[in-house]
């Protein structure tokens, strides 16, 4: 496994000690027992620290899967040890899923491509169901505009046809920071 640490701090120490990048690599690297094949996998650690609380993100790339968690709490290490849990639920999360799609049918050149290990009995994670369906139409729109029309809808998310972007599909969203984001299609 190969880590790569980030420390953004406004403490005038530094958090991210030898003793802490030690501690998290041996935390982390425990979470590799999930997957099959022992492949390439990286691990990105960000590590900061604002007003006495200590945060920590922890990015997984397995083959072409991510997992990101984020936590923050009053000890660095208490931080990492559960961003490891919540990397561990989601492995797990998606393994079941996987396995339920094995179960009903997947073939065997995508079973082969699944970088986990068989199911181990561990089926409580319930399956995704769709409680609602909406239909609506998509109209073409400025980002502004649409950015207007979902706060004044009370949304999180608005997808619309970006007039700037020659009538391409684009979904803008509320940040966890509470600025905008916006995501676009892109073609070929």
Not at 87 to 92: C, H, P, T
Not at 115 to 130: A, Q
Not at 141 to 155: C, D, K, P
Request: glycine share 8%; aromatic share 10%; charged share 35%.
């Amino acid at each position: 496994m190969k880590f790569t640490f980030y420390e953004k701090s406004s403490e005038k120490n530094s958090i991210l000690t030898d003793d802490l990048k030690a501690y998290a690599e041996k935390k982390i690297s425990k979470v590799e027992r999930l997957f099959r094949d022992g492949g390439e996998c990286d691990a990105n650690i960000r590590v900061w620290a604002e007003r006495g609380r200590y945060g920590v993100e922890v990015t997984l790339m397995v083959g072409g899967l991510f997992f990101r968690v984020s936590e923050l709490t009053g000890d660095a290490r208490a931080s990492i040890d559960s961003a490891v849990a919540a990397l561990e639920r989601q492995a797990r999360k998606h393994k079941t899923k996987i396995s339920r799609r094995i179960r009903g049918g997947i073939n065997e050149p995508e079973l082969a491509a699944i970088p986990y290990l068989p199911d181990d009995g561990d089926d409580d994670e319930s399956e995704f169901k769709i409680s609602r369906t909406k239909r609506f139409a998509i109209k073409p729109m400025s980002v502004e505009e649409a950015i207007l029309q979902m706060n004044l809808l009370g949304h999180q998310f608005f997808a619309f046809r970006n007039v700037d972007d020659g009538d391409a599909f684009a979904i803008v969203y509320v940040r966890k920071d509470g600025s905008y984001g916006q995501i676009t299609s892109a073609e070929d």
